[in-house]
Every structure is written in C-alpha cells, then in structure tokens.
C-alpha cells in the first residue's frame, strides 16, 4: 500500500497524505478535520506504515536485510532446524556486506507471529526473509501485490512467492525405491500434524515411489493430540517392515518405543527419517535419513534477496524459485526385512 494509492482511495492529492501522515500543515495553515479523519481511517483499514527509514534515505538502500520468523527461533526444541540456516543467512549477509535485522515484534496470534500489524517494521530493512514451516497465505499475497522485496525458505505454492526450498519430492521417491528394492512391502508412513508445503511435497514424493508396486502395501497416520502410543498401537496393527517418519522429532520416541515392545531396528522394523534428528535426542542411533542443506538454504536466501533488491528489470521465474538438493544419510536403521534375509 502506497501514499499514491491511500490518496486515492481516499479522494485527496498524495501531497495531502504526506502531510498527515507527518502530521503537518498544508499552505493554508491547516487540513480539515473530515479530510484527515479520512485519510486515516483509509490507512488504518489498509495496514499501512509509514517508513522513516525510507524518509531518511531515498532509494531505501539501507543495506539492511530483515528475517522474519513465523515460529519462534529461538526456544531449545527448534534450535536444531533454525541454528544451520541463521549460520548460512549470517555468513552469506557478511560477504554482501549487508546488516540482518530480526523482526521481533510482531504480536503472537494463537502460536504464530503475524506480519501485517499496527507497529510493521518490514519497511526498515530493504527486504526480508521469511522463516516457518506453515506460512499465512494471506501475508505471502500481500507482500506479493505490494512489491515488496521478500525470500521465502521453503516450496511456497502462492503465486508469485520467490523462494529457496528443497526438493523433497525426488528425494522420499528415491527413499522409497530403496526401501523397495531391499524387499519391503509393508510401508507405514506416520504424518505431523501439518499442511506445509514441504510436508505435503515428502507425502506426495512417497506416494510417487510406492505407485506402480501392487504387491506393495502402505498406509497414513497423523499424530495430532492422539499421541505416539496411540500411533505405536496403529503400527502394530498394520505390521509393517519400514516405518517412514515425516517428524524428525518423533524419531528417538519411536525408537524407545519399538524396544519397549521387543522390536530391534533395523532387525524387526526398519526406520527411515525425512529430516535429520534433533541433536538434542536420548539416543546415539545414527538413522537412514534425509538432510537438508540448511546453511546452503540460508545462504542462497540471502543471495536471491539481495539480487531482487538490486534488480532493476524482471527476473525470470526459473530463478526466483529454487530447489536444492536433499542429501541421502544411509544411516543404520534401514536393512532388508526378516523374510527377504531368510531367502537370502
């Protein structure tokens, strides 16, 4: 939202939005009260924040990168994920000579952050990137429609999003294939409790690698407020010989899980990990999994930003949207299963 447009939306010059906004006087000395009265009620219903940084300095080259975190960064049980890809925005914002800007001060609205509130401070900083596994597709279209400049970490499906992501779907397909040429047939896939892009991308990379297999059987589960012992009860029942875990979090309760009822891994049940576990976990296994190249994500945030900031004419889409790479960690938690070992 522009002075232009709030102008116009409120039937007066841009010079008059100005000088509210500053809160001023025009020539003759004042502006009528219904005329400013107006003009606020227009910002207020459109969200607009006036930028003193940009006041300050024409152009807004401030050299300042804004981050903005829909979950909090901080806590100790998201130090993992978050700590690799701030390392790779920090060290890529160092070598552009650019200064990162936290934003902090968006209120929290039923456990995440909203962008668009009354004290924004977006417009400080030359542009942002933005951090979360679920973000507002409300707040992606907006910033979309306003021009402003903005990296997303993470596949985002909203038109227009530029971001750096991962390709999730090629890698859990590949996964799969795996697990399927060392003879497995039962496939137990447990789900978070999410509709994130790169949680929907593992889903449909899983259902691409068990398609065309008919002797080949798998099945969903979605942890919510059930629980992981409710989940270990619906694993029994099913039986498989893989268990694919969409939550790197869930990995070390399963584990314990498994031993409490008698099961070795990968002995009796395999287990493979769509993300890297949390160091902070109660157990040394090293499990098959997959690891994003956090730091490089982080990294090419910030590269991608700055090369949206300097642009000066359309960048092609083929570049505003990225996706790296998965690595494959063989780990110690996937094997063949009993009957193929027996054959064997």
Request: net charge neutral.
């Amino acid at each position: 939202m522009t002075q232009r447009r709030i102008a116009e939306l409120a039937g007066v010059s841009q010079t008059t939005v100005s000088l509210v906004l500053n809160n001023r006087v025009n020539a003759t000395g004042r502006i009528a009260k219904e005329t400013r009265d107006r003009v606020m009620e227009v910002i207020r219903a459109t969200t607009y924040v006036a930028d003193p940084a940009a006041r300050r300095l024409a152009g807004g080259e401030n050299q300042i990168l804004g981050v903005f975190t829909y979950e909090a960064a901080f806590p100790h049980e998201t130090v993992d994920f978050y700590t690799p890809l701030l390392t790779g925005i920090e060290s890529a914002a160092e070598t552009m000579g650019c200064d990162l800007l936290m934003f902090t001060s968006a209120p929290v609205v039923n456990g995440r952050r909203q962008i668009f509130h009354q004290n924004n401070r977006l417009a400080f900083a030359d542009g942002c990137i933005l951090l979360g596994l679920e973000m507002d597709t409300e707040d992606l279209r907006r910033l979309v429609v306003g021009g402003y400049s903005f990296v997303a970490i993470g596949r985002r499906s909203t038109p227009g999003v530029p971001y750096v992501g991962v390709d999730y779907v090629s890698s859990t397909k590949e996964l799969v294939r795996r697990a399927l040429q060392l003879g497995h047939r039962r496939f137990f896939y447990l789900e978070r409790d999410s509709r994130g892009e790169s949680v929907l991308d593992r889903r449909a990379g899983f259902r691409e690698g068990v398609a065309g297999f008919r002797n080949a059987q798998h099945t969903f589960y979605t942890v919510s407020g059930k629980g992981l012992s409710e989940a270990w009860k619906a694993i029994i029942a099913f039986g498989p010989t893989v268990l694919f875990l969409e939550s790197e979090d869930h990995s070390a309760a399963l584990l314990k899980l498994a031993a409490e009822a008698g099961y070795s891994v990968p002995g009796d049940l395999s287990i493979i990990v769509l993300g890297d576990p949390p160091r902070s976990g109660t157990t040394d296994i090293d499990f098959t999994r997959l690891s994003a190249p956090r730091e490089d994500l982080g990294a090419g945030a910030v590269k991608l930003l700055t090369k949206i900031i300097a642009s000066k004419e359309r960048i092609p889409d083929s570049e505003l949207r990225v996706l790296l790479n998965c690595r494959f960690v063989p780990g110690s938690t996937l094997a063949a299963p009993k009957n193929e070992r027996a054959a064997q």
